[in-house]
């Protein structure tokens, strides 16, 4: 079945740092792939998303590209600042299986001045 | 913006009572959801529900869920009698059209059965 396997976390960065999480799915179908954000007592948030092989999705400075030859959807951003402190959930959704998300667990981000 | 909302932040109830959690989605969405997470685990999704009634449903959601949309506003998930593995986080989304790729998310209800 589909699901989404994402690095554990917790990771603490300093600020300004590169960050990347990892994530990797497994999918029937064509899945598209996306990034959700959970700052601390708020819902989950789009942070990006991509709907095909090669599409690089971005925003507020992260970036992640679906690549179909890994099965990964790694995010990435070059210099990190305090506000990005939340938990981050990679998912997808496969088309031909209807329209609920799978999620990875979570990873749980803190940066630190 | 709008946003989807969830009462309560927090319950906490006794093991075989029965739990209502509540969820006001975004107003001219049509496609609601209920997910949850097990501490330290997945989210996993549980049901989908559009036209008043059920679209899909995963194995988690057994006879003691159910879903209604009681009024226009409301969009509640009931547990008929709480075990102590339903503690978990449960988040509600909305969506305005089906197999949508932007699900908006509530804040999420966290329920813990003693």
């Known amino acids: 079945g589909d699901s989404v396997t994402q690095m554990e976390g917790p990771v603490t960065l300093s600020e300004e740092a590169f960050l990347t999480i990892n994530c990797t799915y497994t999918?029937?179908?064509?899945?598209?792939l996306f990034w959700y954000v959970q700052y601390p007592g708020e819902g989950l948030q789009l942070l990006l998303k991509?709907?095909?092989?090669?599409d690089k999705g971005s925003n507020k400075g992260f970036e992640a590209t679906y690549r179909k030859e890994t099965t990964s959807f790694h995010l990435e951003k070059g210099s990190v600042q305090v506000s990005d402190s939340a938990v981050y959930f990679c998912?997808?959704?496969?088309?031909?299986?209807?329209?609920?998300?799978?999620f990875g667990t979570g990873t749980s981000l803190t940066v630190i001045p | 913006e709008p946003e989807v909302t969830q009462t309560p932040s927090h319950q906490v109830t006794q093991m075989g009572q029965e739990v209502i959690l509540r969820c006001v989605p975004i107003?001219?969405?049509?496609?609601f959801y209920w997910y949850r997470q097990i501490l330290g685990q997945k989210v996993e999704f549980l049901v989908s529900?559009?036209?008043?009634?059920?679209?899909?449903k995963s194995e988690i959601f057994d006879d003691q869920f159910s879903v209604e949309r009681p009024d226009g506003s409301n969009f509640t998930l009931k547990i008929r009698s709480t075990k102590l593995e339903d503690s978990a986080m449960y988040f509600c989304?909305?969506?305005?059209?089906?197999?949508?790729?932007?699900?908006?998310f509530g804040p999420g209800t966290r329920l813990l059965v003693l």
């Open positions: 989304a909305s969506s305005d059209r089906s197999r949508t790729e932007t699900q908006y």
């Open positions: 998912a997808l959704i496969s088309r031909g299986t209807g329209n609920q998300f799978y």
């Open positions: 999918a029937t179908g064509y899945p598209s």
């Open positions: 991509a709907t095909k092989a090669d």
């Open positions: 529900f559009y036209n008043n009634e059920i679209s899909e």
């Open positions: 107003s001219n969405h049509l496609y």
